[in-house]
């Protein structure tokens, strides 16, 4: 099993299936990583659709979604249940964020979090603009999960860092500044 990215690695593109819901359509579509290089995008791995704590987790997160695009975020739920499973999930909790499938878990391998019996540690990565990892909280058990306020938290400090970088401040600076 491959290791977790460190802070700072560039992450591997993937495409994986996913469907989200507007209004009343789950619209299905191929999700891929390097699509949205130019802002950050949290990645929220959970071990199954419907099961007690994976729902209050992503329920946190859809109903702090503005909260966390608003810190210029896109997030994404990926686990390994197939897609009919996640628009039955995301139509019965009215879930807003894309929901993706990683049903060979061929994602969740390049992250190193797959795990017997519950396929995958519950698991968050925030991804900047540039594709690089800036945080990660990984799970052994997968009982616990950052809530979207710790999110924000991690979002303000990394769009900060990066509008400095990009703006001359050296990347070295920005990253030692915060964290």
């Known amino acids: 099993m491959a290791s977790t990215p460190k802070t700072g690695d560039v992450i591997a593109d993937f495409t994986l299936p996913g469907g989200r819901l507007d209004g009343e359509t789950f619209r299905r579509a191929d999700y891929v990583?390097?699509?949205?290089?130019?802002?950050?995008?949290?990645?929220?791995?959970?071990?199954?659709?419907?099961?007690?704590?994976?729902?209050?987790?992503?329920?946190?997160?859809?109903?702090?979604?503005?909260?966390?695009?608003?810190?210029?975020?896109?997030?994404?739920?990926?686990?390994?249940?197939?897609?009919?499973?996640?628009?039955?999930?995301?139509?019965?909790?009215?879930?807003?964020?894309?929901?993706?499938?990683d049903e060979g878990r061929t994602v969740a391998k390049s992250f190193g979090i797959t795990a017997p019996l519950i396929g995958l540690r519950r698991s968050v990565f925030i991804v900047d603009g540039a594709g690089r990892l800036h945080w990660k909280h990984v799970t052994a058990l997968g009982a616990t999960y950052p809530p979207p306020a710790a999110l924000a938290a991690q979002l303000s400090a990394l769009t900060t860092a990066w509008t400095g970088t990009r703006s001359g401040q050296s990347g070295r600076r920005a990253a030692a500044k915060y964290g």
């Open 33 to 101: 990583l390097s699509a949205q290089r130019g802002r950050p995008l949290v990645l929220a791995f959970y071990p199954g659709d419907d099961t007690p704590v994976c729902t209050a987790q992503l329920c946190s997160y859809s109903d702090g979604l503005a909260e966390l695009e608003s810190a210029g975020a896109t997030v994404w739920g990926i686990s390994p249940q197939g897609l009919d499973s996640h628009e039955e999930f995301a139509r019965g909790r009215g879930l807003r964020m894309p929901l993706l499938s």
